[in-house]
């Protein structure tokens, strides 16, 4: 019996909601229109919205599946906004698999990823921010991570991007009133106090993309990359940042050949951490792939940090690596190997350019390091950051940059208006007003099956 269909609306999806394999309990998942006479088919019984009911699923034969909890949220009041149906079963591999697959006879299909929160914002439950923070909830390696996501989910940053929006959509209908008066423009531009607005506006725009940033930061961490000659201690301080023996350290140059990576934490930031080939010309056909990866990663980097010997510091051979790196990126020298100069770690900074004294041997010096990548990553420890993701920044930039043309256009009020009408478009798509298709098919893909 197909007990889910019905012409014009939406399919029943249905999917494991819990992960596969041995577990105390496994949830399958049912969204759609209606789903009382599905619930009745699965259990016998009609069940009463939002209480556990204790029920059980049988065949289509009448054979007992499973017992276990069933839970029917009525739509609008649910995750997706429809009808939704929690089946809650023992968690093993085959019985949720037999239990779903009794869904998909009941009439649902297979639910793709992403598609029950696409639902909740398509039925206008959450918008775009907040479903991109499920799954960045999801996917936090970090409680600050995961705290800065639940905060964005629960609508945080949402919230301040609509008050960005209010406030522009406030000044864009003073000046579209004014338009139509073409006389009184530049009593507008006083009495409207459109600069002053404008000003305003701008201030709290940084002030969001700041608490963006930071979250985009805690999600997202930093890529730093250790490049040096042979032998200058790459291997060894990745393993001392690391706090594991990751890779392989002799007194031999030319040890490490393909690169090694480390992930470690910094008051809650993933550092993303490379340790490469030496740099260095050589005939060995392996080491020369390991060095074009070296290269490879360089180009990707947040960070590049160029590991130098302490006893003979910066010399010929580090200027011309230092002359190869990509011109933006951000870098940090070490002089590593203190213990045998007989220094002391320190940090050491001549305009831009910071070098850090330490030992990968002994540690000394190492929190140094550490402090100096979250500096370079821009972190300040603040406890109000929203989770973000590189679209939201770009938008918030993009929302910026015509904030800024429209200051340069006054005072001619048609240009200015139209500025400020595309930085509202451009903040709209972080919530999700206006986003094409195939931006929202990009989005929830990347969600798992059963969210
Ligand atoms: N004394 C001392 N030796 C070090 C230090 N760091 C690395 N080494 C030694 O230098 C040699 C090369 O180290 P390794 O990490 O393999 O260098 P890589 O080729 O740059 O990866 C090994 O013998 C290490 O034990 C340090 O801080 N102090
Ligand atoms: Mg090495």
Redesign the pocket.
């Given at each position: 019996m197909n007990v889910a269909e019905s012409p014009t609306a939406p399919e029943t999806i249905a999917a494991l909601a819990t992960a596969a394999g041995r577990a105390a309990i496994g949830v399958v998942r049912v969204s759609g229109p209606a789903l009382l006479d599905f619930a009745q088919a699965l259990s016998g019984q009609r069940p009463v919205a939002r209480r556990a009911t204790l029920s059980t699923f049988r065949a289509a034969d009448g054979s007992v599946i499973d017992s276990g909890l069933l839970l029917y949220f009525p739509a609008p009041r649910s995750f997706t906004g429809e009808d939704v149906l929690e089946v809650h079963g023992h968690g093993g591999a085959v019985v949720v698999q037999m239990l779903l697959a009794r869904c998909l006879e009941l009439g649902a299909r297979l639910a793709e990823p992403g598609e029950f929160t696409r639902r909740a914002y398509v039925n206008g439950k959450i918008d775009l921010a907040q479903a991109e923070a499920v799954i960045d909830l999801i996917d936090a390696a970090t409680i600050a991570a995961a705290r800065s996501a639940v905060r964005s989910l629960q609508g945080e940053f949402s919230r301040a991007v609509h008050l960005l929006l209010e406030q522009l959509i406030e000044l864009r209908a003073l000046v579209e009133a004014t338009l139509d008066f073409p006389d009184e423009e530049v009593d507008f531009l006083e009495a409207a106090d459109a600069f002053g607005r404008l000003d305003r506006l701008q201030q709290r725009l940084a002030q969001v993309f700041e608490r963006a940033q930071q979250g985009h930061l805690l999600q997202g961490g930093l890529q730093v990359v250790?490049a040096?000659?042979?032998?200058?201690?790459?291997?060894?301080?990745?393993?001392r940042l690391a706090g594991d023996e990751l890779?392989?350290?002799?007194?031999?140059?030319?040890?490490?050949r393909d690169l090694v990576r480390g992930t470690l934490q910094v008051e809650g930031i993933p550092l993303h951490v490379i340790?490469t080939a030496?740099l260095r010309d050589t005939d060995d056909q392996i080491e020369r792939i390991g060095i074009e990866r070296t290269w490879r990663e360089i180009e990707r980097a947040d960070v590049v940090v160029l590991?130098v010997d302490a006893r003979t510091g910066v010399g010929a051979a580090e200027r011309a690596i230092l002359a190869q790196f990509p011109a933006h990126l951000a870098r940090l020298t070490v002089h590593?190997?203190?213990?045998?100069a007989s220094r002391g770690a320190e940090r050491q900074a001549t305009g831009d350019a910071v070098t850090i004294a330490?030992?990968?041997?002994?540690g000394e010096g190492i929190e140094l390091l550490r402090q100096e990548l979250l500096r370079i990553a821009g972190w300040h420890p603040t406890e109000d950051v929203f989770i973000a993701r590189e679209r939201h920044l770009r938008a918030l930039l993009t929302a910026g940059d015509h904030l800024d043309a429209a200051r340069a256009q006054l005072p001619q009020l048609e240009l200015f208006a139209e500025e400020l009408r595309l930085a509202q478009a451009a903040l709209s798509t972080i919530t999700g007003e206006f986003t094409a298709d195939d931006l929202l098919g990009e989005i929830f893909g990347r969600f798992c099956i059963g969210k």
């Amino acid at each position: 019996m197909n007990v889910a269909e019905s012409p014009t609306a939406p399919e029943t999806i249905a999917a494991l909601a819990t992960a596969a394999g041995r577990a105390a309990i496994g949830v399958v998942r049912v969204s759609g229109p209606a789903l009382l006479d599905f619930a009745q088919a699965l259990s016998g019984q009609r069940p009463v919205a939002r209480r556990a009911t204790l029920s059980t699923f049988r065949a289509a034969d009448g054979s007992v599946i499973d017992s276990g909890l069933l839970l029917y949220f009525p739509a609008p009041r649910s995750f997706t906004g429809e009808d939704v149906l929690e089946v809650h079963g023992h968690g093993g591999a085959v019985v949720v698999q037999m239990l779903l697959a009794r869904c998909l006879e009941l009439g649902a299909r297979l639910a793709e990823p992403g598609e029950f929160t696409r639902r909740a914002y398509v039925n206008g439950k959450i918008d775009l921010a907040q479903a991109e923070a499920v799954i960045d909830l999801i996917d936090a390696a970090t409680i600050a991570a995961a705290r800065s996501a639940v905060r964005s989910l629960q609508g945080e940053f949402s919230r301040a991007v609509h008050l960005l929006l209010e406030q522009l959509i406030e000044l864009r209908a003073l000046v579209e009133a004014t338009l139509d008066f073409p006389d009184e423009e530049v009593d507008f531009l006083e009495a409207a106090d459109a600069f002053g607005r404008l000003d305003r506006l701008q201030q709290r725009l940084a002030q969001v993309f700041e608490r963006a940033q930071q979250g985009h930061l805690l999600q997202g961490g930093l890529q730093v990359v250790l490049a040096g000659q042979p032998n200058v201690g790459k291997s060894s301080l990745l393993n001392r940042l690391a706090g594991d023996e990751l890779a392989i350290v002799t007194p031999l140059p030319g040890t490490t050949r393909d690169l090694v990576r480390g992930t470690l934490q910094v008051e809650g930031i993933p550092l993303h951490v490379i340790d490469t080939a030496g740099l260095r010309d050589t005939d060995d056909q392996i080491e020369r792939i390991g060095i074009e990866r070296t290269w490879r990663e360089i180009e990707r980097a947040d960070v590049v940090v160029l590991l130098v010997d302490a006893r003979t510091g910066v010399g010929a051979a580090e200027r011309a690596i230092l002359a190869q790196f990509p011109a933006h990126l951000a870098r940090l020298t070490v002089h590593n190997k203190i213990d045998l100069a007989s220094r002391g770690a320190e940090r050491q900074a001549t305009g831009d350019a910071v070098t850090i004294a330490l030992s990968a041997r002994t540690g000394e010096g190492i929190e140094l390091l550490r402090q100096e990548l979250l500096r370079i990553a821009g972190w300040h420890p603040t406890e109000d950051v929203f989770i973000a993701r590189e679209r939201h920044l770009r938008a918030l930039l993009t929302a910026g940059d015509h904030l800024d043309a429209a200051r340069a256009q006054l005072p001619q009020l048609e240009l200015f208006a139209e500025e400020l009408r595309l930085a509202q478009a451009a903040l709209s798509t972080i919530t999700g007003e206006f986003t094409a298709d195939d931006l929202l098919g990009e989005i929830f893909g990347r969600f798992c099956i059963g969210k």
